[in-house]
């Protein structure tokens, strides 16, 4: 069976995230239902990581083993046309090696979570950003950032739900960058416990409104407790 890997784009808005599960729609069922159409029987898609409700994608990666050849434009293709009107696009789709894993092959995932650092509320905005109307010390949140890198026990960062296997997680890059009224907080590492991103992103929100100080980001990663988490 030809293996394809997918480059999807993703409103997590509508969705419970990416998994299957039995309380709502997910981007991965939505996506094998598409699938299943043009392919003429049922297929699994498997995803490179498993966002969590309300999460958008992208550049998601993911693979589906298709029961005959098909050209990468018309996988492309009818798969979009069968996903509407779910706003879920497949970017590219392109035939790979069986050996491909879109989980297991990944050497890298990146996530961008954005602020918007202003008093007026969101209008375009609303529900693909988080507004927080205290002035924020983007300097003091990068530079705290900063001590998070490398491999720790995450666990004060981890969600009580977290089926990882181990806490322990190699954060290559915890970026704040500010632009205007924007500040992206850029994570870079193999993999992430449950929940980690927005975990470090709110207790870094504390460290820019003058809550906490780095060495306090920095204990909270030590205590290794879900409670010291800002």
Not at 18 to 39: C, D, K, P, R, Y
Not at 182 to 196: C, Y
Request: overall charge neutral.
């Amino acid at each position: 069976m030809p293996r394809y890997k997918l480059t999807i784009e993703y409103h997590g808005a509508p969705f419970v995230g990416w998994q299957i599960q039995q309380n709502g729609v997910s981007v991965q069922g939505v996506l094998e239902a598409a699938i299943a159409v043009f392919a003429g029987q049922p297929v699994t898609v498997k995803g490179a990581g498993r966002t969590d409700a309300g999460v958008h994608a992208l550049a998601q990666v993911a693979h589906v083993d298709l029961p005959r050849a098909f050209d990468t434009d018309t996988v492309r293709d009818a798969t979009n046309a069968h996903l509407r009107p779910h706003p879920v696009a497949v970017l590219s789709a392109e035939e790979v090696a069986d050996d491909f894993d879109a989980r297991f092959s990944a050497m890298r995932r990146h996530y961008i979570y954005r602020l918007v650092n202003r008093r007026a509320p969101l209008a375009l905005d609303e529900g693909r950003a988080w507004r927080v109307p205290k002035t924020l010390d983007v300097p003091a949140m990068h530079a705290a950032a900063q001590r998070l890198l490398g491999k720790h026990d995450f666990t004060t960062f981890r969600a009580t739900e977290c089926q990882a296997l181990s806490p322990e997680k190699t954060l290559d890059r915890l970026d704040v960058d500010r632009s205007g009224d924007d500040i992206l907080v850029t994570a870079v590492a193999r993999s992430f416990l449950h929940h980690q991103v927005r975990s470090m992103v709110g207790s870094l929100v504390m460290v820019g409104d003058g809550h906490w100080t780095g060495d306090d980001l920095f204990a909270a990663l030590q205590a290794r407790d879900r409670a010291a988490c800002g």
